[in-house]
């Protein structure tokens, strides 16, 4: 969802947007009452139908309104407005939810850091990091626990000072604080907070205790404070990995070399305090922020050459190493079990339109690769075959083993991007119709089949599939690859027929059947048609749909979808008597398939390009 420069949310005015993440969108805004720029956040129009989203959203505005910190990012206000949110077919009016902040204008450590390349020195991160322990001390008191400190949660305003936002993932742990008592909860909100993507929180920054799913309180805010800091004095988290899986195993048992080794110029004592804050075990770690701060400040004087305090007057910090132990081997069974419960699973047998498989059924195991990607880079794209490159809508071919970007002019705004099996050409939607250009150099467009949109391929590029729509009306089409011999296959009055696709068989079309209006509007179900008969039955479980572009159909023939709610992705089997979730995470703006089925791609609103391939033999 992007809301356009102007659109009004009550007394604010929308003037730019910021950046987007999968719990919602940033704007720059304008109070006209108080002649103040201001920061809002809306929540993505599609899980304003998940009530569970829409209590997670509330939660982050009633947990940062309970603190009052310089050093935290204030909250002025929440709200509800009706805008218009234009969408592949045409503008819905929607009920939104929006949380109005304090503005910060120099931006997060994540954009200032991948924007110049810059490396801050020592003596910055440390001031810095002594700006967020003074929040973390001050949420701490009052029971809250951020859960998902990164450098994207982390803004620095024009003085240079640290201010911790977005305390969307907070854990409730005292019943006494500003938080709601036990009775106030509902448990499967609470539940839900732990099955949105993996676990909850961001691989690479989540603590051992987050990541085998046990209780959490402060001292995993400072696990991850300790890989924040290591990351802006190495450039790199000391848990990044290729893969997911990868990610969390190191999380659980890589020790990280010391940051003496790693920089030049770091004080001793600012690499214990960062290994101390790496302890596996929470024990193990600093008892709390507040505890830390008098080293870190100590630090600081030290780096300005100002006289330092007696070192007696401190707390001593724990020899290097000495805390470390191994761990047992129940507490490593547990933390295998962990990520295999992430990344394995099975098919669940069940009839037509069947309910979705619970979270920890997962359909095989997959590998995942991460692409990073500038935020100017569309949503819009098609990988070709074997993944490795990506046609995109603006026209550049996406190297998505380097994320490297070549200029490739398409010749106009195209959507529904398509590439056949032999990877010569790309098929689109334009104004005209259905356009083809070919590859790799993109140029000339040339139009297949004038009036018509949303084309697809079958799985061996022998036949074209295409929408025509009319007033109220909807057409299936089937042609040859080169719009030759083109048949009607099916039609229907008063419908919205969208994002042709065909099976692995190529026998039949999956299509969706998508809302017009009312509090739906946008949003569909999936039904599938035989080209030899003609007739449309409902495929799949029965829950709405995001219609966002055509179903991914993978190698094997199972079809995956992007549920409605909370644009999770489900996996269909080819018959569509049987649905799991994917673990591939909430809010996805993207989810396609390379023309063999191998590949499957997705991307939240905010986060890399990820390529999943399932692993040979897995179920």
Request: hydrophobic share 45%.
């Amino acid at each position: 969802m992007q809301l356009p420069p102007g659109t009004r949310l009550g007394p604010y005015e929308v003037l730019a947007p910021i950046e987007a993440g999968g719990m919602g969108s940033v704007y720059r805004g304008r109070d006209g009452r108080l002649l103040r720029d201001v920061a809002v956040k809306v929540l993505p129009a599609g899980l304003m139908r998940d009530e569970r989203a829409v209590e997670r959203f509330l939660r982050e505005a009633r947990a940062a309104a309970a603190l009052s910190h310089p050093n935290i990012v204030a909250i002025h206000d929440v709200g509800e407005a009706s805008v218009t949110i234009p969408g592949p077919f045409g503008g819905a009016e929607t009920r939104i939810r929006y949380l109005v902040e304090e503005y910060v204008d120099g931006g997060s450590l994540r954009r200032a850091l991948r924007g110049s390349g810059w490396r801050p020195d020592v003596a910055t991160v440390v001031g810095w990091a002594i700006g967020i322990l003074r929040a973390l001390s001050a949420a701490h008191d009052k029971g809250l626990v951020h859960r998902d400190l990164k450098p994207e949660n982390v803004l620095v305003d024009g003085q240079g000072n640290a201010k911790i936002a977005d305390f969307g993932l907070v854990r409730w742990i005292y019943p006494h604080s500003a938080a709601p008592t036990p009775r106030d909860e509902d448990p499967a909100g609470a539940a839900a907070l732990t099955q949105t993507g993996f676990v909850v929180g961001t691989l690479g920054y989540m603590s051992p205790e987050q990541v085998r799913g046990e209780p959490v309180d402060a001292r995993s805010d400072l696990f991850a404070f300790g890989v924040l800091v290591f990351e802006l004095l190495t450039g790199s988290s000391p848990f990044a990995r290729s893969s997911p899986d990868a990610a969390l195993d190191a999380v659980l048992n890589h020790e990280p070399s010391s940051l003496t080794v790693l920089v030049a110029g770091v004080p001793e004592r600012l690499a214990r305090v960062v290994a101390w804050c790496l302890e596996k075990q929470p024990g193990q770690r600093p008892a709390s922020a507040r505890a830390l701060l008098p080293h870190l400040e100590s630090i600081q004087r030290e780096l300005a050459t100002a006289p330092l305090e007696p070192t007696a007057a401190l707390p001593p910090l724990p020899p290097p190493g000495a805390a470390r132990r191994s761990p047992s081997p129940l507490a490593w069974l547990a933390g295998a079990l962990a990520v295999l419960l992430a990344f394995a699973g099975g098919f669940a047998a069940g009839r037509s339109r069947p309910a979705p498989a619970p979270e920890a059924t997962l359909a095989g195991a997959w590998t995942a690769h991460a692409v990073p990607l500038p935020a100017s880079v569309p949503a819009e794209m098609a990988l070709l075959p074997g993944g490795r490159k990506a046609i995109l809508g603006s026209g550049e071919l996406l190297d998505t083993t380097t994320g490297a970007l070549r200029p490739r002019a398409l010749g106009g705004a195209l959507t529904g991007l398509v590439v056949g099996r032999t990877g010569s050409a790309v098929a689109a939607t334009s104004a005209a119709g259905v356009v083809e250009a070919p590859l790799p150099a993109g140029t000339p467009l040339r139009t297949l089949v004038p009036g018509a949109a949303e084309p697809a391929f079958s799985r061996d590029e022998s036949l074209l599939a295409y929408v025509r729509r009319e007033g109220g009306t909807s057409e299936l089409w089937v042609a040859k690859r080169d719009a030759s011999e083109a048949r009607r296959v099916a039609r229907a009055e008063a419908t919205l027929w969208a994002w042709p696709a065909f099976s692995a068989d190529g026998e039949s079309l999956l299509f969706y059947d998508v809302e017009r209006g009312g509090p739906n509007a946008g949003t569909g179900y999936l039904f599938s048609v035989r080209i030899a008969d003609g007739t449309p039955v409902p495929f799949g479980p029965d829950v709405r749909l995001d219609p966002r572009g055509r179903p991914a159909v993978a190698r094997d023939g199972s079809i995956a979808v992007l549920e409605a709610s909370s644009r999770r992705a489900l996996l269909l089997e080819r018959e569509g008597r049987s649905s799991v979730a994917l673990p591939f995470g909430a809010g996805l703006v993207v989810l396609t398939a390379s023309p063999e089925g191998g590949t499957l791609a997705t991307r939240s609103e905010s986060g890399p390009l990820v390529l999943w391939r399932r692993v040979p033999g897995a179920t």
